[in-house]
C-alpha cells in the first residue's frame, strides 16, 4: 500500500502459512506485517532517515501501565538523557484518526509525560507540543527534525 512517506526497502518474509513477517530494527527481530505495522516501519525509518531521530533512543511497543492496566505504546522517542520526548501512534492507513486515536495517545502520555505527540496513519500526519507550564498543547504545521526537538 502506497503511504505519504517516502518509499523504502525492507527485509519482509513469508512464512509457511503465507502470513508475511517484516524485520523491526529497534526491536531486532521479524514481526508479523500488519496495515499497522507497515505503517510503523515506514514512520519509524521516516523519523531515523529524513528527521534525524536517533534510533538508539527509540523503541517500538513500549508497555506501560496505567490506573493497573497493561498498555502498549506504538513508538517512544527519548531525549538524551532517557527521558521520554516523543510518543507515535500508529492506525492502519484504512483507518481514520479520530478523537479516539487522540484519547488513546493523551491516556499513554498522563504515564509517560512526553513533550510531542505524533499520531498517523500512513496518510495523514498529526503532531502537537504540549506546553506543561500552562496546560496547554498546541498542533504543528510539520513534524520537526529531532534537534528541534530538543532543542525548542
Known sequence: ?????????FNIKAKPNGSKVI???????FVTLTPEEWVRQHFVRFLVDEKGFPAALMANEVSLTQ???KRRCDT????????????????????EISQNTFDQIVRY???LHASYLIVSNG???YCCRINYA???????????SYSDLSNP
Open 23 to 29: 524485520f523491526d530494527t529497534l526491536r531486532r527481530r
Open 109 to 111: 502520555n498522563m504515564v
Open 76 to 95: 517512544l522517542v527519548a531525549d538524551a538523557t532517557g527521558n521520554p520526548l516523543v510518543i507515535v501512534e500508529y492506525k492502519a492507513p484504512h483507518i
Open 67 to 69: 490506573n493497573g492496566i
Open 1 to 9: 500500500m502506497q503511504l505519504n512517506l517516502p518509499t523504502y526497502t
Open 134 to 144: 500552562d496546560d496547554s498543547y498546541v498542533f504543528l504545521n510539520d513534524i520537526p
Open 123 to 125: 496518510l495523514n500526519h
